[in-house]
C-alpha cells in the first residue's frame, strides 16, 4: 500500500540535471499521481535556471522564501515568498536567484515532464 503522506524533509536535496546552481527535492512523482508532478526547488544565490521551454508541460511554481528574477515570454518581475507564476507549454521561462540566501520554491508540472 502506498503512502499517501510522508515527511518530505528527511529526503535529500539532488543537483538539477541540466542547471548549476539549481537542486531539486521531488514530492509527488508521476508513478505517484499520473497528472502532475511536484517538487522543491532550490536556487543558490546567484543560482539560475536560464531561458528554457517545456514542449508539452506547463510549470507552475510558487515562491516560498528568498528573491528571484523571473521571464516568462516578455513578461519580467521579481518574485518573493507569495508570488506565484506558470510558463505555458512552449512558452519560454528563466529564473534567477538575486538574494543574498538560497531560494526555495514549490514547481509542479502537468502532465508531469517525460
Known sequence: ???????STKDEWRPHPRFEGA???PLITSEMNPGLTLSRVKLLPEGELPPHTHETSTETFYVLSGEAHCRIGD????????????APPGISHAVR???QEDLYAISIFNPPLG
Open 1 to 7: 500500500m502506498p503512502n499517501y503522506l510522508f515527511d
Open 23 to 25: 537542486f531539486v527535492k
Open 97 to 99: 536567484n538575486i538574494g
Open 75 to 86: 513578461e519580467e518581475t521579481i518574485l518573493k515568498a507569495g508570488h506565484c507564476g506558470y
